[in-house]
C-alpha cells in the first residue's frame, strides 16, 4: 500500500435523494476498476441489509477502495458510501469528514430533491470539491439540460461542471472516474506526523469484534500497534488493518491518506464511535474536529405483542444495537402492555428502518408506540433542581414532565425542512406548513416551476404523517428533508385522559398550547393566496434571474397579529390531540354495565369527551336445553379474557384499546 | 324414524333411572311435519317406559299454517296439550325477510284455532331486532298480538346465523345490519308493555299471565334432568339406571341417517356424553337460574351446593356489591336474582360472578371425596 504517494490518492463519496441512483453508480464504479466482477449480479454491491436494497436507501456506510489507472498513472481512489439519508447526517458529515469531494447525483428526470439539497449543504460546509452528475439520461423523459440550470440556479454550479451519464448502462461513467482525480485534491496529510485516524463508521463481527472504518490524516499504523481513543481513553493492541474492496482485505500497514479498516480488540461499538479520533498510546494528537455523542431526535415505546416473546425481543434489540450505537435502549414498562422498552432514534426513518430489520432479520413483530419528540424544561423549582442535578432537563417521557409552576421555560427541538415541489402544490404545501406550526424562512423558484421552500418546523410536528400527508398533497411530487436546528421555547401542556375522572397514565400526552388549526385560518389562507398572486404576477423567467427569497418576518408578524385578534382561535393543537385520542378510546372501548366518559383534560380544564353508553341489553335471548352447552363455554372464555383486562378505577379497558390508542397510526 | 324415536326414548329413560316424566316436548325443526301417530307412539313409549302422568305438559313447536284446524286436532287427540307457535311477526315483508313461508293471516288463524283448541295453553313467539325494524312499528305489532294472544309469549332478539340467507344479505350489505340500539330499545318497551298487560316476565325471553308458565322449560332453567331424544337433542341426566352417580351433558348424533343406524344397533344414538363436574354444575345452576324471576333460591341452590351458599360465594365480593349497589342484582334472605334492570344485561353480570364463584369454589374447605 505504500507505494501510493498522497498525490495519487483521492477521497471521494457520493450523495444523492433517494432512488437517483448512488448504488448503481458505485456498482458501475466497482466494475470499471475490476475491484468487482462484471456481472448481473451486481446490484447495489454496498447496500448489504435487506433494507437497503428493498427501499432504496443506504443504512449503513460501506467503503471500498478502487484501483484505476489513468494517463500512465495508478490512482488510488477511496469511495466512502455515506447513509442515504438526513435522519443519519451526523454519519453523513462524518464520512463527508474523512473526504476531499462528492459526487452529486441527480436524477435527470426528477431534477433537485430536498435531500438533494441537504446534501449538497452538508459538502458545502465541510468545502468539499463537488462533481454535479446527472443520471439516468437515458431515461425517455429525461431532461439534463433542465437538471443541469438547476445546478446552476440553486448549488452555484456552472453547467458545464455537470457529468451526463446513465450508471444503468455505464454511459460516461469513465469520465466521472476521471473527474474524480481531476476536480478533487489529494487529501492533505503528513505521513510523518504521529498517527491520527478518523473512526467514520463502525460494525461488530461476532467472532472479530468491532471493525472500526478509519480515514487517516496523519501517521501509519500497522498491525501490534498500541491505540488509543480520544473519547474514551481506552488503550487497544491492533490486531489487524487492512483496506476494503469492499470486503475486508488485510495489510501491513495504512499510511495517511489511505482509507481502511482496523480491528483493535474493542468489545462494544461505543468503544469506536463514528467521529472519534485513534491516535498511537503516547503520542496524543489535537482530536479532529466535530465529534459527536449520537443524539436521538424521535423517542417511541416498543413493546413484544405477547409477554412471552419479552425475551425473545430483548436479544434481537440487543443484536442490533450492538451495531448501531445510534440507538439508545431504556427499559420501560406501561400497565397496559407490559414490560419493553423506550427507544431512541436519530429520525423517523431510522426507526422505520429498525423495525423493519428487527422484522426481517429477527422475525419479532411488536408494539412500536407513537413516537415523540425529546422536550426540555428548564426549572425554576429549588427542589427540582436539587433532584435533577441540573437546571435544564430532558423530558423523554410524558409522566415526568413538570409542572409549569415548576418551571421557567420549555423548550422543543426544531428543525429546518427544505420542501422542493412543482409549483401547482405550493399553495397546498404552505397551507399544510402553516398548520405544522412551522415558520416560513424562504422560498425560492428553482427552476421554471418548481420551488423551494424552507420552514423551520417544530419536530414533534413532523415526526408522524407530516411526510405522508406532503406526499399525498402533492401526488408524490414534492420531497421533504431536514436537519436538526437546535430548540425553541414553546408553550406545552401536559394532557391527561380521564376515564370516569381516573387518569389513564400511559395515555399522558404532552401538547402544544398553541393554537394552529389543521386546516388554517380563513385569514391564513387568504394571506398564502394574496402572495402566491404577487409571486405569480412576476414573470417567470425574470424569477428565475434572481431568487424570489421572502423574508419571514413579514410572515411571522401577520400570525401574531392573527393570533392576538382570535385569543381562543378555533380547534387548537391540544383539542385536536385530545379529541382524536378519545375517539380512538370510544372506539375501541366495549361497552359496560355503567357509561363511560372519556376525557381529555389540561389541568381541571376538560377539553375534549367522548361517551361509551352503558349496555342497555346483553343478555342471550334463547337459551333452552340445547343452548346451555356452547353458551356456558362462551361466557367461560368472556371471563378469563375479562381477567386479563387492565382496569382503570372500575372499568375494564383491553390491551386492545390501549394499542389502538398508542400505536403509530400508519394508515391516516 | 317413528320406531327409533320410540327406541331411543325407551332406552334413554331406562339409562335414566327416572320413573316419572313431568313434560315432553317436541321441538327443534318442524316437529309440526311429523305425523300425530308418531307422537303417540312416543308418548306411549314415554308412559311405558317411565310414569306419564296425565296431567304433564306435552308441548308441540308448531309453525302457522294456511288450515291449521284438523291437524291440530289430530295433534290433540295424539297427547298433545299445549302449543308453541312460531308466529315470529305480524307483517308479512318481514315474515318473508325471515324466510318464513306463512303469512300473517295464516299466522293469526293458527293462534285463533290454537286458542279453541288448547285454551289457555298457546304461547307465540315474536323477533324483535331485525334489520331495518323500527321500534314503533314493532311496538304496535305486539300492541296487535296482545289482542290475539293467549296466556303465553316469547320475545326473541334475531341472531344473525351464519349459512342463513339474512346473514348474507347484511354481509353483503343490501341490507342494513340490526341496530344492537334499537334492538334493546324494543325489549325494553316491549316488556313493559307486557308487564302492563299483566304479564309475569319470568324469564328473560318469556313472559306469561294466568300462570301458564312452560313447566318443561323451567325445568332447564333450573338445572332439572332431561332427555334429549332425535337427531342433534341435547340432553342433561344422572345415568343411574346404568349405575352412574355424575349428571352428564349428552348430545345425540346430528345427521338423521346415522343417528337412526346407532339406534337400530345400540338403541340409542348418543353421540357424546360429558360428565360434568360439581363447579360445572354449579356454573351452570348460576346461569341458567339467573334468567329467571325468581332468580336463585337459598334452597334451590343448597341442592347442588352444600357446602358452600351464596352468602358464602357472593357475599363478601367487593364487584359482586358494586352490583347490588347498582341495583342490578339483588342478594337477601330469597336468594340471589336480577333486578328488572339486570335482568337485561345478565350476560355482563355473569362474567363477573362465574369467576367469583370459581374462586370461592376453589378456596373452599376441601371435603373428602370431592373432585373439582
Redesign the interface.
Known sequence: MSRFSVENIRNFSIIAHVDHGKSTLADRLLELTGTIDKTKNNKQVLDKLQVERERGITVKAQTASLFYNWEGKQYLLNLIDTPGHVDFSYEVSRSLSACQGVLLVVDANEGIQAQTVANFFLAFEAQLSVIPVINKIDLKNADPESVEKQIEKVFDIPGDECIKISAKLGTNVERVLQAVIERIPPPKVHRINPLRALVFDSTFDQYRGVIANVALFDGVVSKGDKIVSAHTKKIHEVNEVGVLNPNEQPAHKLYAGQVGYLIAGMKDVTEAQIGDTLYLHKQPVEPLPGFKSAKPMVFAGMYPIDQSEYNNLKSAIEKLTINDSSVTVHRDSSLALGAGWRLGFLGLLHMEVFNQRLEQEYNASVILTTPTVPYKAVLSSAKLIKDYREKEITIINPAQFPEKSKVTEYLEPVVLGTIITPDEYTGKVMMLCQARRAVQKNMIFIDQNRVMLKYIFPLNEIVVDFYDSLKSLSSGYASFDYEDAGYQTAELVKMDILLNGNIVEELVTIVHKESASRGGTERGRQRIRSRLQALSCQPRAQCGAETCELQDHDLSQSWKLNRLRHPGAPRDKAHSVGKAICERLKDSLPR???EIAIQAAIGSKIIARETVKA????????????D??R??KL??R??EG??KLRKVG?IEVPRDAFIKVLKTQSDK | MRSCLVTEAQTLLGLSGVRRVDSVFFG?GTPSLASPNTVAAVLEAVDQAAHLPADSEVTLEANPTSAPGSRLAAFGAAGINRLSIGLQSLDDKELQLLGRTHSASDALQTLAEARRLFPGRVSVDLMLGLPAQKSGPWLRQLQELLGYCDDHIS???L?LERGTALFTQVQRGTLPAPD??V???M??EGRALLREAGFRQYE??NFARNGALSTH?WT??QCGQ?L?VGP?????FVPQGAGGHTRE?R?QTLEPDNWMKEVTLFGHGTRKHVPLGEL?LL??VL??GL?TDVGITHQHWQRFASQLSLWDVFGSSQEVK??LV?G?LLLDHRGLRCSWEG?????????TL??RLQEAWLQRAPSPGQGG
Open positions: 359496560q354495565l355503567f349496555y342497555r341489553k346483553n343478555v342471550l335471548a334463547k337459551c333452552y336445553g340445547g346451555i352447552t353458551k356456558m361466557l367461560k368472556q371471563a375479562k381477567k372500575n | 327443534g320475545l326473541y332478539q341472531t344492537p340500539e334492538a334493546a330499545e325489549y325494553q328473560v325471553s322449560n332447564y332453567w332431561y334429549g342433534g337433542a341435547h340432553g342433561r351433558a348430545i360445572e356454573e351452570e346461569a341458567m334468567r358494586a352490583l347498582q342490578l335482568l337485561a344485561v345478565l350476560d355482563s353480570l355473569l362474567l362465574l369467576p
